[in-house]
Protein backbone atom coordinates (compact mmCIF):
# COMPACT_ATOMS: atom_id res chain seq x y z
CA UNK A 1 0.00 0.00 0.00
CA UNK A 2 1.06 3.06 -1.06
CA UNK A 3 1.81 5.43 2.11
CA UNK A 4 1.34 8.73 0.06
CA UNK A 5 -2.01 8.04 -0.92
CA UNK A 6 -3.51 7.08 2.47
CA UNK A 7 -6.29 9.66 3.43
CA UNK A 8 -5.47 11.16 6.25
CA UNK A 9 -8.37 12.44 8.34
CA UNK A 10 -8.05 15.07 10.61
CA UNK A 11 -8.25 14.53 14.61
CA UNK A 12 -11.22 15.67 16.36
CA UNK A 13 -9.15 18.13 17.91
CA UNK A 14 -8.45 19.70 15.13
CA UNK A 15 -12.17 19.69 14.37
CA UNK A 16 -12.93 21.93 17.46
CA UNK A 17 -11.61 25.35 17.34
CA UNK A 18 -9.60 26.27 20.45
CA UNK A 19 -11.46 27.40 23.60
CA UNK A 20 -10.17 31.13 23.79
CA UNK A 21 -13.18 33.18 25.24
CA UNK A 22 -12.56 36.86 25.86
CA UNK A 23 -13.06 38.18 29.32
CA UNK A 24 -15.61 41.01 27.71
CA UNK A 25 -19.30 39.36 28.95
CA UNK A 26 -20.34 41.06 25.12
CA UNK A 27 -17.42 39.81 23.36
CA UNK A 28 -17.40 36.52 24.72
CA UNK A 29 -21.32 35.65 23.82
CA UNK A 30 -20.52 36.85 20.13
CA UNK A 31 -17.76 34.65 20.63
CA UNK A 32 -19.32 32.05 21.92
CA UNK A 33 -21.61 32.50 19.15
CA UNK A 34 -19.26 32.35 16.58
CA UNK A 35 -17.39 29.23 18.08
CA UNK A 36 -20.80 27.32 18.43
CA UNK A 37 -21.52 27.96 14.42
CA UNK A 38 -18.10 26.64 13.85
CA UNK A 39 -18.17 23.40 15.58
CA UNK A 40 -22.14 22.81 14.22
CA UNK A 41 -20.55 22.86 10.55
CA UNK A 42 -18.02 20.66 11.64
CA UNK A 43 -20.22 18.39 12.89
CA UNK A 44 -23.92 18.64 11.10
CA UNK A 45 -22.99 15.60 9.03
CA UNK A 46 -24.16 13.89 12.42
CA UNK A 47 -27.49 14.64 12.55
CA UNK A 48 -28.21 14.40 8.78
CA UNK A 49 -26.79 11.04 9.16
CA UNK A 50 -28.87 10.01 11.74
CA UNK A 51 -32.07 11.42 9.86
CA UNK A 52 -31.49 9.49 7.14
CA UNK A 53 -31.27 6.57 8.44
CA UNK A 54 -34.61 7.23 10.58
CA UNK A 55 -36.30 8.28 7.21
CA UNK A 56 -34.86 5.08 5.43
CA UNK A 57 -35.87 2.84 8.09
CA UNK A 58 -39.59 4.69 8.72
CA UNK A 59 -40.63 4.92 5.18
CA UNK A 60 -39.23 1.80 4.11
CA UNK A 61 -41.29 -0.39 6.44
CA UNK A 62 -44.04 1.91 6.01
CA UNK A 63 -44.09 2.42 2.53
CA UNK A 64 -41.83 -0.28 0.45
CA UNK A 65 -38.03 0.06 -0.34
CA UNK A 66 -38.36 2.76 -2.94
CA UNK A 67 -40.16 5.11 -0.61
CA UNK A 68 -37.85 4.76 2.10
CA UNK A 69 -34.63 5.54 -0.59
CA UNK A 70 -36.58 8.77 -1.73
CA UNK A 71 -37.10 10.08 1.41
CA UNK A 72 -33.72 9.18 2.21
CA UNK A 73 -32.19 11.42 -0.66
CA UNK A 74 -34.87 14.16 0.04
CA UNK A 75 -33.74 14.71 4.14
CA UNK A 76 -29.80 14.23 2.60
CA UNK A 77 -30.13 16.90 0.10
CA UNK A 78 -31.96 18.92 2.41
CA UNK A 79 -30.03 18.95 5.47
CA UNK A 80 -26.73 19.39 2.60
CA UNK A 81 -28.79 22.55 1.66
CA UNK A 82 -28.54 23.54 5.33
CA UNK A 83 -24.98 22.75 5.89
CA UNK A 84 -24.17 24.97 2.91
CA UNK A 85 -26.18 27.93 4.07
CA UNK A 86 -24.48 27.64 7.73
CA UNK A 87 -21.63 27.29 5.73
CA UNK A 88 -21.73 30.37 4.12
CA UNK A 89 -22.69 32.11 7.48
CA UNK A 90 -19.39 30.76 8.87
CA UNK A 91 -17.73 32.25 5.76
CA UNK A 92 -19.22 35.26 6.06
CA UNK A 93 -18.50 35.64 9.64
CA UNK A 94 -14.81 34.83 9.62
CA UNK A 95 -14.80 37.68 6.58
CA UNK A 96 -16.46 39.97 8.78
CA UNK A 97 -14.14 39.08 11.87
CA UNK A 98 -11.11 39.80 10.05
CA UNK A 99 -12.28 42.88 8.51
CA UNK A 100 -12.98 44.12 11.83
CA UNK A 101 -9.68 43.05 13.36
CA UNK A 102 -7.91 44.85 10.75
CA UNK A 103 -9.79 47.72 11.31
CA UNK A 104 -9.00 47.81 14.91
CA UNK A 105 -5.51 47.20 13.97
CA UNK A 106 -4.93 49.75 11.76
CA UNK A 107 -7.24 52.27 14.61
CA UNK A 108 -4.84 51.30 17.09
CA UNK A 109 -1.44 52.11 15.41
CA UNK A 110 -2.89 55.20 14.28
CA UNK A 111 -3.21 56.13 18.06
CA UNK A 112 0.12 54.82 18.55
CA UNK A 113 1.35 57.44 16.21
CA UNK A 114 -0.15 61.00 16.96
CA UNK A 115 2.34 63.00 15.36
CA UNK A 116 1.08 61.06 12.01
CA UNK A 117 -2.67 62.33 12.41
CA UNK A 118 -2.60 65.26 9.89
CA UNK A 119 -1.27 63.21 7.09
CA UNK A 120 -3.09 62.58 4.26
CA UNK A 121 -2.20 59.77 1.70
CA UNK A 122 -3.28 62.27 -1.26
CA UNK A 123 -0.52 64.74 -0.14
CA UNK A 124 2.34 64.88 -2.08
CA UNK A 125 5.67 66.88 -1.42
CA UNK A 126 4.74 68.96 -4.82
CA UNK A 127 1.09 69.25 -3.94
CA UNK A 128 0.16 73.06 -2.49
CA UNK A 129 -2.38 71.84 0.02
CA UNK A 130 -3.54 74.86 2.66
CA UNK A 131 -3.33 73.11 6.12
CA UNK A 132 -6.22 74.20 8.61
CA UNK A 133 -5.95 76.45 10.81
CA UNK A 134 -4.73 75.13 14.32
CA UNK A 135 -8.09 73.99 16.27
CA UNK A 136 -7.80 76.16 19.50
CA UNK A 137 -9.38 75.29 22.84
CA UNK A 138 -12.01 77.58 24.63
CA UNK A 139 -11.15 77.22 28.01
CA UNK A 140 -13.29 80.26 29.59
CA UNK A 141 -16.85 80.87 28.92
CA UNK A 142 -20.24 80.94 30.56
CA UNK A 143 -23.52 78.69 29.96
CA UNK A 144 -26.34 81.33 29.78
CA UNK A 145 -30.22 80.15 30.92
CA UNK A 146 -31.80 80.89 27.81
CA UNK A 147 -35.41 81.74 29.83
CA UNK A 148 -32.56 84.21 31.50
CA UNK A 149 -31.37 85.56 28.41
CA UNK A 150 -35.19 85.90 26.70
CA UNK A 151 -36.22 87.91 29.63
CA UNK A 152 -33.06 90.15 29.25
CA UNK A 153 -33.94 90.96 25.50
CA UNK A 154 -37.50 91.72 26.40
CA UNK A 155 -36.84 94.31 28.94
CA UNK A 156 -34.36 96.03 26.61
CA UNK A 157 -36.70 96.28 23.74
Not at 80 to 106: D, E, H, K, P
Request: proline share 6%; glycine share 6%.
Amino acid sequence: MNTSKRFKLKSVRDLVPPWNMPSDPVKAVLWFLHWFLRVLVHFFWLPIGVMCVYELMANWMAGGAWNGIVSAFVTLFVGMLVWGILYAITLAVNFATRVSQVIANVSRLQDQMPDMSGFSPFDTPFSQTQQDPPRTRIVEGTITDLEEERRRRRSES
